[in-house]
């Protein structure tokens, strides 16, 4: 083995820094899953008649539906009846007024997780609203965003305060019915942010949701709405993490974007759940619904993503162009390690005519990691002069992983223009030795030659984010170069 | 997989035991033949529900009752010449012509031949590779083809035996909803060499399933041409299993124009060291023509070499699918594998959907693929123009630019200017709708 091989392998072996449990007294509903569990979390979260019915609607319809089996991901059976689908910090009375109210264990929970909650939240300009297991515990910033009519909370206050606009949008892009996760998620969902945009503003700040799952035997099922009214522009940014565990936790969100006429919506994620110990052992189970629909003309959703973290990914980020002239993007790092197995890519549904997508995926598989890019461009046959253009670009880092694309095209209309290209290859020892050569060690030359890879997606990453993505991938990447 | 149609799976029980009774062979060919109809019960029917059959649509086929194939006189002008002294063997509804074939003299222990006239003499020579090869064991339409298959030809060359002239093969079909399940086996030993020309045609409306086997030994040289004129009205539901040895080059050239559903599935397995393989397919659609490809290339040893070039025309309603994999095996290293899917469409209908999937187990490996789908670049258009050439004009010779490029690929000259021909004649058929 060469010197720079060795390096690589001795890299791999750093440790997940975020995987503390908070001592924190929680509220958890016994495992197991039956109506009287979901009308239990309605209670709990008093919400509306409707918003049961509809949980109901969909946990029925969740029973005849089966686990689906066409991604190329192992894992034994999930036990549903053994989770616990809701836990909360237990509250002392009333809820929090503001963020000096929240338990100060939480509070250092956060902290040591660099979320710029309350004072920090102001300096560093980002509205944050922390997920922490199954409820939203804190929303900051919301004064300042309240003044230009702009609604970020979580979705159970959403559901409390503006009863019609979740009404209107829920499930309208992500039916109940849709698939297993995202079904089961309608019926169980606890949490998650809530963002309505109104129309002609353009929201000041990146607005953030931060989740973390801290019980054992929960899942985390969080459902994000996020609405641009025409002619708004938002961005918003996710970040997740997990304490460490033996056994494997199930995470199956749904986001749902809409974007009316002219509006923007920007969409990033910084996925770092834990992935599970170098034996593969223990992680999380991430099987997410994300979809959004430009709704109007001239609409754009781009997602952005940088997945990191989960002993499983399972998330398709997808795109419906319905209205004319819309832009859907998607940009995508993933990176393996370890026993970790990602599925993951897009689906850009042209429906509309001159609408436009565009796809860069990168991935990265180091260890015995697994790493898929499986993605959908479809152009109906109304998607006049449509054009997609998708690239899948593999890096192998080792002889033990493995990379696989499977791009599904399928052309309705002669006008259309889709190309897809994909490549697969490992680090070129010329590459590294060009840098040796120069005197960059072989980890910093890794660092720069896998970060020069990224770079197509790491540029659409706010300026925090794509710095914070940079360490990550240096940090996931430490001892598994070959 | 999901279970048997019931409906369906009878008749086809009856069929079988009757075909079985019919036949007196040895033990050996009627286990594997009852081993292949079990692995059809239990494969089933394909319904779109399975992945591999979701842009198939076996309906119109499925609403068929199929006739068991039998013997008819055909006119020696409907079959295709290539125009050079060939090895040439004709089946008609499945059964070797002897009148219309014509053999050549070939050296000790080659032989080519239709499997009636060799099963009973060389009978230890084709048991052990008769339906050997890995590949395609979820195919029912491969299940089918062992466990029903009446004749074919069965070519085998020993070590270092060089053919120069081609072989041609022709299997013609008479229609009457007849169902015919031709065969192919060729082996090349060791250093063996052939050129091979395998055309399927026919009249009316039948189901053509065949199977061929291509088995290549170390150093093996072949060149492998399957042109598909089937009738307007066939089905035809194919499959194609090749092994390759250290070191052996199998060039195969995959023409399609015919059939009102046209399926070949291509299993190739590079099994030694430096084996190379090139797969180039065009198919020319039109009016509600479907032209479905799917293949897998598995690179199990190192410093193999692969390359797929897959281009359609569509005109009309025409559907074309294309489902491709290059599965690299962990031991495969320094494989260089490329895929590349090409799509023109010419008219508002027409439909193309391309599935090119990489599954890559090796790290230094290089590998890629690429498709695309579209009309004509409308600039090159503006360039003929712009020179005098008329729009219709400019159309034509940009699509035959786009077609022609994988005729030249073949190195039979014959033949590629036949098919050139063929090009040329449909382009002048089918108006360019364009949008």
Same mark, same amino acid.
């Given at each position: 083995?060469?010197?720079?091989?060795?390096?690589?392998?001795?890299?791999?072996?750093?440790?997940?820094?975020?995987?503390?449990?908070?001592?924190?007294?929680?509220?958890?509903?016994?495992?197991?899953?039956?109506?009287?569990?979901?009308?239990?979390?309605?209670?709990?979260?008093?919400?509306?008649?409707?918003?049961?019915?509809?949980?109901?609607?969909?946990?029925?319809?969740?029973?005849?539906?089966?686990?689906?089996?066409?991604?190329?991901?192992?894992?034994?059976?999930?036990?549903?009846?053994?989770?616990? %689908? *809701? #836990?909360?910090?237990?509250?002392?009375?009333?809820?929090?007024? $503001?963020?000096?109210? /929240?338990? !100060?264990?939480? +509070?250092?929970?956060?902290?040591?997780?660099?979320?710029?909650?309350?004072?920090?939240?102001?300096?560093?300009?980002?509205?944050?609203?922390?997920?922490?297991?199954?409820?939203?515990?804190?929303?900051?910033?919301?004064?300042?965003?309240?003044?230009?009519?702009?609604?970020?909370?979580?979705?159970?206050?959403?559901?409390?305060?503006?009863?019609?606009?979740?009404?209107?949008?829920?499930?309208?892009v992500?039916?109940?019915?849709?698939? %297993? *996760? #995202?079904?089961?998620?309608?019926?169980?969902?606890?949490?998650? $942010?809530?963002?309505? /945009?109104? !129309?002609?503003? +353009?929201?000041?700040?990146?607005?953030?949701?931060?989740?973390?799952?801290?019980?054992?035997?929960?899942?985390?099922?969080?459902?994000?709405?996020?609405?641009a009214?025409e002619g708004a522009y938002v961005s918003?940014?996710?970040?997740?993490?997990?304490?460490?565990?033996?056994?494997?936790?199930?995470?199956?969100?749904?986001?749902?974007l809409i974007a009316l006429d002219n509006a923007t919506i920007k969409y990033s994620?910084?996925?770092?759940?834990?992935?599970?110990?170098?034996?593969?052992?223990?992680?999380?189970?991430?099987?997410?619904?994300k979809r959004g629909l430009c709704k109007g003309r001239d609409s754009k959703i781009s997602w952005t993503q940088?997945?990191?973290?989960?002993?499983?990914?399972?998330?398709y980020p997808s795109c419906i162009l319905r209205g004319e002239n819309s832009v859907g993007e998607f940009y995508s790092?993933?990176?393996?390690?370890?026993?970790?197995?990602?599925?993951?890519g897009t689906k850009m549904i042209h429906i509309g005519k001159n609408t436009r997508s565009t796809i860069v995926s990168k991935?990265?598989?180091?260890?015995?990691?697994?790493?898929?890019y499986?993605g959908l461009v479809k152009i109906m046959p109304t998607a006049e002069n449509a054009r997609n253009h998708s690239q899948c670009d593999?890096?192998?880092?080792?002889?033990?992983?493995?990379?696989?694309?499977?791009p599904y095209i399928e052309v309705q209309n002669p006008t259309a223009q889709v190309a897809h290209e994909a490549?697969?290859?490992?680090?070129?020892?010329?590459?590294?030795?060009?840098?040796?050569?120069?005197?960059?060690?072989?980890?910093?030359?890794?660092?720069?030659?896998?970060?020069?890879?990224?770079?197509e997606v790491?540029k659409e990453l706010?300026?925090?984010?794509?710095?914070?993505?940079?360490?990550?991938?240096?940090?996931?990447?430490?001892?598994?170069?070959? | 997989?999901?279970?048997?149609?019931?409906?369906?799976?009878?008749?086809?029980?009856?069929?079988?035991?009757?075909?079985?009774?019919?036949?007196?062979?040895?033990?050996?060919?009627?286990?594997?033949?009852?081993?292949?109809?079990?692995?059809?019960?239990?494969?089933?029917?394909?319904?779109?529900?399975?992945?591999?059959?979701?842009?198939?649509?076996?309906?119109?086929?499925?609403?068929?009752?199929?006739?068991?194939?039998?013997?008819?006189?055909?006119?020696?002008?409907?079959?295709?010449?290539?125009?050079?002294?060939?090895?040439?063997?004709?089946?008609?509804?499945?059964?070797?012509?002897?009148?219309?074939?014509?053999?050549?003299?070939?050296?000790?222990?080659?032989?080519?031949?239709?499997?009636?006239?060799?099963?009973?003499?060389?009978?230890?020579?084709?048991?052990?590779?008769?339906?050997?090869?890995?590949?395609?064991?979820?195919?029912?339409?491969?299940?089918?083809?062992?466990?029903?298959?009446?004749?074919?030809?069965?070519?085998?060359?020993?070590?270092?035996?060089?053919?120069?002239?081609?072989?041609?093969?022709?299997?013609?079909?008479?229609?009457?909803?007849?169902?015919?399940?031709?065969?192919?086996?060729?082996?090349?030993?060791?250093?063996?060499?052939?050129?091979?020309?395998?055309?399927?045609?026919?009249?009316?409306?039948?189901?053509?399933?065949?199977?061929?086997?291509?088995?290549?030994?170390?150093?093996?040289?072949?060149?492998?041409?399957?042109?598909?004129?089937?009738?307007?009205?066939?089905?035809?539901?194919?499959?194609?299993?090749?092994?390759?040895?250290?070191?052996?080059?199998?060039?195969?050239?995959?023409?399609?124009?015919?059939?009102?559903?046209?399926?070949?599935?291509?299993?190739?397995?590079?099994?030694?060291?430096?084996?190379?393989?090139?797969?180039?397919?065009?198919?020319?659609?039109?009016?509600?023509?479907?032209?479905?490809?799917?293949?897998?290339?598995?690179?199990?040893?190192?410093?193999?070499?692969?390359?797929?070039?897959?281009?359609?025309?569509?005109?009309?309603?025409?559907?074309?699918?294309?489902?491709?994999?290059?599965?690299?095996?962990?031991?495969?290293?320094?494989?260089?594998?490329?895929?590349?899917?090409r799509n023109?469409l010419?008219?508002r209908?027409?439909q193309a959907r391309s599935?090119?999937?990489?599954?890559?187990?090796?790290?230094?490996?290089?590998?890629?693929?690429g498709s695309s789908t579209g009309f004509l670049d409308p600039d090159?258009?503006?360039?003929?123009?712009?020179?005098?050439?008329?729009?219709?004009?400019?159309?034509?010779?940009?699509?035959?630019?786009?077609?022609?490029?994988?005729?030249?690929?073949?190195?039979?000259?014959?033949?590629?200017?036949?098919?050139?021909?063929?090009?040329?004649?449909?382009?002048?058929?089918?108006?360019?709708?364009?949008n």
């Amino acid at each position: 083995m060469t010197d720079s091989a060795q390096t690589l392998e001795r890299l791999a072996a750093s440790d997940y820094q975020y995987g503390f449990v908070t001592d924190i007294e929680q509220e958890t509903v016994a495992p197991g899953l039956n109506e009287d569990v979901i009308r239990l979390i309605s209670t709990k979260k008093q919400e509306p008649d409707w918003l049961l019915e509809w949980r109901l609607t969909a946990f029925r319809n969740w029973l005849t539906q089966q686990q689906p089996q066409w991604a190329r991901i192992h894992y034994p059976p999930i036990d549903y009846q053994a989770i616990s %689908y *809701y #836990a909360a910090p237990k509250q002392k009375g009333e809820g929090p007024k $503001s963020l000096d109210e /929240i338990d !100060p264990e939480l +509070r250092r929970t956060y902290e040591k997780l660099g979320i710029p909650l309350a004072e920090q939240a102001i300096l560093a300009g980002v509205a944050v609203d922390a997920v922490f297991d199954s409820v939203s515990v804190a929303t900051s910033y919301k004064g300042k965003l309240a003044e230009l009519g702009i609604v970020f909370c979580s979705f159970s206050e959403a559901v409390r305060e503006h009863p019609e606009l979740v009404r209107k949008y829920l499930g309208s892009v992500v039916p109940y019915r849709d698939n %297993y *996760y #995202a079904t089961l998620n309608s019926a169980v969902f606890s949490d998650g $942010s809530f963002v309505y /945009i109104p !129309p002609g503003v +353009r929201c000041p700040m990146e607005l953030s949701t931060y989740f973390r799952i801290n019980a054992s035997n929960t899942g985390q099922f969080e459902r994000t709405l996020i609405i641009a009214d025409e002619g708004a522009y938002v961005s918003y940014l996710e970040g997740c993490t997990a304490p460490q565990r033996d056994e494997n936790q199930l995470h199956a969100a749904v986001v749902e974007l809409i974007a009316l006429d002219n509006a923007t919506i920007k969409y990033s994620t910084v996925q770092n759940w834990y992935p599970g110990d170098a034996q593969g052992r223990g992680g999380i189970y991430n099987f997410v619904t994300k979809r959004g629909l430009c709704k109007g003309r001239d609409s754009k959703i781009s997602w952005t993503q940088v997945e990191t973290g989960s002993a499983i990914t399972w998330k398709y980020p997808s795109c419906i162009l319905r209205g004319e002239n819309s832009v859907g993007e998607f940009y995508s790092v993933a990176i393996t390690r370890d026993y970790q197995q990602a599925d993951t890519g897009t689906k850009m549904i042209h429906i509309g005519k001159n609408t436009r997508s565009t796809i860069v995926s990168k991935g990265i598989s180091a260890g015995h990691g697994q790493n898929a890019y499986r993605g959908l461009v479809k152009i109906m046959p109304t998607a006049e002069n449509a054009r997609n253009h998708s690239q899948c670009d593999s890096l192998l880092i080792g002889d033990q992983c493995g990379a696989h694309t499977f791009p599904y095209i399928e052309v309705q209309n002669p006008t259309a223009q889709v190309a897809h290209e994909a490549s697969t290859s490992k680090i070129s020892e010329d590459q590294l030795f060009y840098c040796r050569q120069r005197g960059i060690g072989t980890e910093d030359a890794v660092s720069l030659i896998v970060n020069g890879f990224c770079k197509e997606v790491f540029k659409e990453l706010p300026m925090e984010f794509a710095v914070e993505a940079q360490k990550l991938i240096e940090l996931k990447l430490e001892g598994s170069v070959g | 997989m999901t279970a048997i149609a019931p409906l369906f799976s009878d008749p086809y029980r009856q069929a079988f035991a009757a075909f079985m009774a019919e036949r007196r062979e040895s033990e050996a060919i009627a286990r594997l033949r009852r081993a292949a109809f079990a692995r059809f019960e239990t494969l089933g029917w394909p319904t779109r529900h399975q992945e591999g059959w979701r842009f198939t649509d076996l309906a119109p086929l499925q609403a068929l009752t199929l006739q068991k194939a039998s013997a008819a006189l055909i006119d020696a002008a409907a079959l295709p010449e290539l125009g050079v002294a060939a090895h040439r063997l004709v089946f008609i509804n499945g059964r070797l012509a002897p009148g219309l074939s014509s053999e050549r003299p070939l050296l000790d222990r080659a032989f080519i031949t239709g499997f009636s006239q060799a099963l009973p003499r060389d009978l230890d020579l084709i048991a052990p590779v008769l339906d050997a090869l890995p590949g395609l064991q979820f195919h029912p339409f491969a299940a089918l083809n062992t466990a029903l298959w009446e004749d074919g030809a069965f070519i085998y060359l020993p070590q270092g035996t060089v053919i120069e002239e081609p072989i041609h093969l022709v299997f013609y079909a008479t229609g009457g909803d007849m169902a015919v399940y031709p065969r192919l086996l060729l082996a090349l030993e060791d250093g063996a060499q052939a050129t091979v020309v395998v055309e399927y045609r026919g009249q009316g409306r039948y189901l053509n399933s065949p199977l061929a086997e291509l088995q290549l030994g170390h150093d093996a040289a072949l060149h492998y041409h399957q042109v598909q004129e089937e009738s307007p009205q066939a089905f035809h539901v194919g499959g194609i299993r090749v092994h390759q040895s250290r070191a052996s080059q199998a060039n195969l050239h995959l023409f399609s124009s015919g059939g009102q559903l046209a399926r070949t599935d291509l299993e190739v397995l590079l099994d030694g060291e430096h084996a190379g393989c090139l797969v180039n397919g065009l198919t020319l659609g039109q009016e509600s023509q479907t032209g479905d490809y799917h293949l897998r290339v598995e690179h199990a040893q190192p410093h193999g070499t692969s390359e797929q070039v897959f281009k359609s025309v569509l005109n009309g309603q025409a559907r074309a699918v294309f489902d491709g994999m290059i599965h690299v095996r962990q031991h495969a290293q320094k494989t260089d594998a490329r895929q590349t899917s090409r799509n023109l469409l010419l008219s508002r209908q027409a439909q193309a959907r391309s599935n090119p999937r990489l599954e890559i187990l090796a790290d230094d490996v290089k590998c890629g693929h690429g498709s695309s789908t579209g009309f004509l670049d409308p600039d090159a258009e503006f360039y003929l123009r712009a020179r005098g050439i008329s729009l219709t004009q400019a159309r034509a010779l940009l699509v035959h630019a786009f077609a022609n490029d994988s005729l030249n690929r073949i190195t039979l000259t014959p033949l590629r200017d036949r098919l050139a021909r063929l090009l040329a004649a449909w382009l002048a058929l089918d108006s360019i709708e364009g949008n």
